[in-house]
């Protein structure tokens, strides 16, 4: 499978736990991104990294998140005192793109956390 | 901010029913207009990308238009397994011009 992979697939935590999550992009794609999508709502945008370097932030991405691309392969984004609000599907995707081309995002399966 | 506005927000169709489906957008210069289909519990699935007004892209039942304000997505005679939820997101110059904006999708369900 040469997909966007992500894990773990189900995330639950109690309240003030931080959590990780792993995104696998396609192989040969140099920008990643990560949203954020809750019940009955498109996703949200909230980061994105071209290689290893994070380039956007939302303003939805308080100082309690924080997402790393090392070596411009995978990436995790963290969650530190984890919040009932925090409960969401989180998204990641992958695009290949060299100066102002075609970009078309390519998103994994996501992660759903849940917050108790 | 770039705004997308999708209408229904649900449509129930019988098996071979066509119907269209709405996306309205405002973006601060347009770098791309994108469909995604997603299934419940699963990531959108890339369906079609339109850069241009008057732009046209066809796959199987579904064919995506677009006008400098909107776009459509008509299905024609759709079946069961038409059954998903289909986002539009705007690609703008607003920020590094990279990320998308989604719309909150319209629940699409085909009976037989």
């Known amino acids: 499978d040469t997909g966007v992979s992500q894990n773990p697939r189900h995330k639950i935590t109690k309240r003030g736990q931080n959590v990780t999550f792993r995104c696998d992009p396609i192989s040969e794609h140099n920008r990643l991104y990560w949203y954020r999508q809750t019940l009955g709502q498109g996703p949200e945008f909230l980061t994105y990294?071209?290689?290893?370097?994070?380039?956007?932030k939302s303003r939805l991405l308080s100082d309690r998140f924080s997402a790393e691309r090392p070596k411009g392969s995978f990436s995790t984004l963290e969650i530190q005192r984890t919040e009932q609000g925090d409960s969401a599907m989180y998204l990641c995707a992958s695009s290949y793109e060299i100066g102002d081309g075609e970009n078309i995002q390519y998103f994994g399966a996501g992660t759903r956390l849940s917050v108790l | 901010e770039d705004q997308v506005t999708q209408s229904p927000e649900a449509l129930r169709l019988q098996e071979g029913e066509s119907s269209s489906l709405n996306c309205s957008y405002t973006v601060s210069g347009l770098r791309g207009l994108f469909w995604y289909r997603q299934d419940p519990g699963k990531g959108p699935e890339f369906l079609f990308t339109l850069y241009s007004a008057g732009e046209e892209k066809e796959k199987e039942r579904l064919k995506a238009t677009l006008t400098k304000k909107e776009s459509f997505l008509h299905i024609t005679a759709p079946k069961p397994e038409d059954s998903a939820t289909y986002l539009c997101a705007v690609r703008g110059y607003t920020g590094t011009a990279s990320k998308l904006t989604f719309g909150t999708g319209t629940r699409l369900q085909v009976t037989l």
């Open positions: 990294f071209q290689n290893e370097a994070q380039l956007e």
